[in-house]
């Protein structure tokens, strides 16, 4: 049970007054991010990039994109059926999924359609030992508790949660992660209504 306890470790406070100790956390975290970064540009003026630039700023790669690879589900999970814990090998065991890095990629890409440059550019970048980017399709409010592995464990499928992605090109949240959402499923299986299970 080692990994479900880490992110459970649970406020002794009512929620209404752990939301606003949360609202202050939040503002000193802020805070304290604003300095570091604050201190990182004094440092080191001449090469910081520009760390205040939005994430979904042009120089971020579109939804689903690796970088400048491409990955498509539709060729991996759809036609060639590959399961999905191949790649996402934390999901039964941990809170979080996990996503795979170049070397998984490279363990079929150093044989298989060598001559793509979409290939060619994953190939290149492994060699240069950099690592690949992801953009984040799905996320959940910080204060709030989720972990995959119990959720796989009862055999909820990913589809239920994250819909057919073997047929998606390109990932997509086709509808948000309400807190109605989580509680009609926990409803319907019988699991927790408790504030404080999904509550941190
Ligand atoms: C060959 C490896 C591979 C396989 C097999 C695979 N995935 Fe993925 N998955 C990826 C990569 C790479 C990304 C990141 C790029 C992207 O979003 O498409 C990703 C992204 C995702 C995301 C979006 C994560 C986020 O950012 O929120 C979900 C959800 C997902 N995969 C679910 C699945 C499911 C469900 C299956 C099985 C049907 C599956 N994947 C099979 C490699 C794989
Ligand atoms: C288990 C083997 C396997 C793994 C692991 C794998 N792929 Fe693939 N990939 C394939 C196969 C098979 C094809 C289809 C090749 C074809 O149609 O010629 C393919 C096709 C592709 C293509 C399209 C190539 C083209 O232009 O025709 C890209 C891009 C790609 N994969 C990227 C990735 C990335 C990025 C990863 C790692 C996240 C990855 N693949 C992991 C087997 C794999
Ligand atoms: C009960 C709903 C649910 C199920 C079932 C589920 N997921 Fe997720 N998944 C989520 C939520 C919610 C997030 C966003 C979590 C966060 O932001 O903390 C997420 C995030 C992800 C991510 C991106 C972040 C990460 O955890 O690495 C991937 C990849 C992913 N899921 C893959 C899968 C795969 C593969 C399966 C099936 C083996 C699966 N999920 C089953 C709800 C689910
Ligand atoms: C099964 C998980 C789950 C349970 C149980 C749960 N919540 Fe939530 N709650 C969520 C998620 C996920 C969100 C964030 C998404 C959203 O805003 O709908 C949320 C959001 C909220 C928010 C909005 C927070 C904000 O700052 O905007 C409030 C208030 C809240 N929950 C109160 C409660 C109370 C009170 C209970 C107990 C009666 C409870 N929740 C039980 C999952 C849960
Ligand atoms: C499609 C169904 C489904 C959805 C959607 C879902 N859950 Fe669950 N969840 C379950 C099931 C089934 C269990 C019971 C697992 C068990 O007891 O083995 C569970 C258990 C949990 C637990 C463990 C409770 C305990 O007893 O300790 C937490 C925490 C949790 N879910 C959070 C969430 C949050 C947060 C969301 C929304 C983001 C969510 N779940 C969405 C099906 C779902």
């Known amino acids: 049970m080692t990994g479900s306890t880490v992110g459970r470790q649970m406020p002794p406070v009512p929620a209404i007054e752990s939301r606003e100790g949360r609202r202050r956390r939040r503002l000193i975290l802020l805070a304290s991010g604003a300095l570091v970064v604050g201190l990182v540009a004094t440092l080191a003026r001449s090469q910081t990039p520009d760390l205040t630039a939005p994430l979904s700023s042009a120089a971020a790669p579109p939804a689903g994109a690796v970088g400048e690879v491409p990955f498509d589900h539709t060729i991996h999970a759809g036609k060639y059926g590959m399961p999905c814990l191949d790649c996402h090998v934390y999901a039964d065991k941990s809170p979080v999924a996990g996503l795979p890095s170049g070397r998984k990629c490279m363990g079929c890409h150093k044989f298989v359609a060598k001559d793509s440059p979409a290939i060619q550019t994953l190939a290149t970048r492994f060699e240069a030992g950099e690592s690949l980017r992801w953009n984040r399709v799905f ?37 948000p992660f309400t807190m109605g959402r989580c509680l009609s499923c926990h409803e319907q299986r019988h699991a927790t209504h408790e504030c404080l299970a999904c509550h941190k």
């Open 139 to 175: 996320y959940l409010p910080d204060y709030i508790y989720f972990s995959h592995r119990m959720h796989v464990r009862a055999e909820v499928a990913c589809s239920e949660c994250h819909g057919d992605v073997a047929a998606m090109k390109t990932v997509t949240q086709d509808r």
